[in-house]
């Protein structure tokens, strides 16, 4: 039975993050009391319309098993692939065998998702034909380099956005992109692209810049003094 009104929720969550440097992945760093992933799960499940959580994980991984993850809805562990998008593909394909018409893709390393973000991307992605992503519109100026790490110009950042998570899009539409194109194309760098190689135009839904990715040492310094400060909000 399709759930045309509700949502699943897939974290891409196979990665070993090896830029982190740290003696874990990313997603296991300690944040105060929890980890990384386990503040991913319940920002994922601020909204009503989160049915499900679907976690892809490395079929080696020791850790996810130890973690006590107490989040309002039911969630499903499995094993993601080498690549993110082999990862996400799994997850979306488990999504649509159980019945989701929409899925939404968010990175495992990002735990400061508000509930504002996830409620306005929903909302826009769930009355478009294509899609939508939360997003950020270029502030800084941008340079483009030559080989030898020296300024070859000024990049102009009109209608330049960075793509964030989470991404959200018909989970049959999504699951199809990826078979068409291949888990391994090299353009698949996040959900969007999937439907951008096959010539849509998802929308862009400004997003905060607490919304942090976790990727280099001191990230998970910053997410953690946003968490406390939202918490204490709260």
Request: proline share 6%.
């Amino acid at each position: 039975m399709t759930k045309i009104n509700q949502v699943a929720v897939v974290v891409p969550a196979a990665g070993v993050g090896r830029r982190m440097q740290s003696a874990v992945p990313k997603q296991y760093l300690q944040l105060g009391h929890q980890t990384v992933l386990q503040w991913t799960l319940a920002a994922v499940t601020q909204d009503p319309r989160v049915a499900h959580v679907y976690v892809a994980l490395h079929p080696d991984d020791p850790y996810f098993s130890e973690l006590e993850c107490q989040i309002s809805v039911p969630m499903t562990a499995l094993h993601g692939g080498a690549t993110r998008a082999a990862s996400v593909a799994a997850g979306v394909a488990k999504a649509h065998a159980d019945g989701f018409a929409w899925v939404a893709v968010h990175d495992a390393a990002r735990p400061c998702l508000s509930a504002g973000e996830l409620t306005e991307v929903l909302d826009v992605a769930l009355s478009d034909d294509v899609g939508a992503i939360v997003a950020l519109p270029v502030a800084d100026t941008l340079k483009r380099a030559t080989q030898e790490d020296r300024i070859a110009g000024t990049v102009a950042r009109e209608q330049l956005w960075q793509a964030l998570t989470p991404q959200v899009f018909p989970s049959e539409a999504l699951l199809a992109g990826f078979t068409q194109l291949g888990v391994e194309h090299p353009a698949l760098t996040d959900e969007a692209s999937v439907f951008e190689a096959l010539g849509q135009a998802p929308k862009l839904v400004v997003g905060r810049r607490t919304n942090l990715k976790i990727t280099l040492p001191g990230d998970e310094a910053l997410a953690q003094l946003i968490l406390m400060q939202s918490h204490q909000q709260a």
